[in-house]
Structures are given as C-alpha cells and as structure tokens.
C-alpha cells in the first residue's frame, strides 16, 4: 500500500530557510502530481504549491518567491524549498500525491502524508 513519508519540518527564526521532502513508496505506477498543504490552528487546510508531472507547478500568492517545489520522479519524493520563512508560515505541513497504482483500475488516486510541523518564531 501506498505511503507518503513527510520530513524536514522544524523550528526556524523568520527569516530562514528549511526544506521539507516527502517519499511516496509501495505499487506506484505513475505520478500525477505531488503538492504540499498547510494547516495553521483554527484554519482550513490551504494548497501552498504543487507540481503536474511534467507539467505546470502552481503557488500560493503568499509563498510566490519565496517557496520552490520540485519533484524527483526516480525517488519518487517531492521537496519544498523555503525561504524567507515568515511567523504566517507557521502550520502543519502535508504532502499530496495523485498517484496511477499498479494493479489497480486505470486513474488518479489521492494519498496525504501525515504531516510536518514547521514553525517560524524568534
């Protein structure tokens, strides 16, 4: 089964940089796409960027410049460059992938991550 494994969350002062990766493992046969969400206390969960493969990749406005996403398909992780880290970036972070599995009925199926913490405060 599928499983989506997130590290690289921690506490950093504003201003700085960490990167998060996520490795999806177990009867993949392609990968869609791969994103990262966040969540902050008392706020819904928020795309923050993603990546069609070997397609497009989307922001947030608010991480634009700032946060760099990009998908190594052979390990199949997916990494979330962060700088210039803000106390608003401070949330849960979550890794997505739609995934075409081997075995299975041809189509897109969605997997979440457990979760990073990531928190920016001096």
């Known amino acids: 089964q599928v499983q989506l494994m997130e590290s690289g969350g921690a506490l950093v002062q504003p201003g700085g940089s960490l990167n998060l990766s996520c490795v999806a493992s177990g009867g993949i046969f392609i990968i869609s796409k791969m994103g990262w969400y966040r969540q902050a206390p008392g706020k819904q969960r928020e795309l923050v960027a993603n990546e069609m493969h070997g397609g497009p990749r989307d922001y947030a406005d608010s991480v634009k410049g700032r946060f760099s996403i990009s998908i190594d398909s052979a390990k199949k992780t997916v990494y979330l460059q962060m700088n210039s880290l803000k106390p608003e970036d401070t949330a849960v972070y979550y890794c997505?992938?739609?995934?075409?599995?081997?075995?299975?009925?041809?189509?897109?199926?969605?997997?979440w991550g457990q979760g990073t913490q990531v928190t920016v405060s001096s």
């Open positions: 997505h992938a739609s995934l075409v599995l081997a075995g299975r009925a041809w189509g897109n199926y969605d997997f």
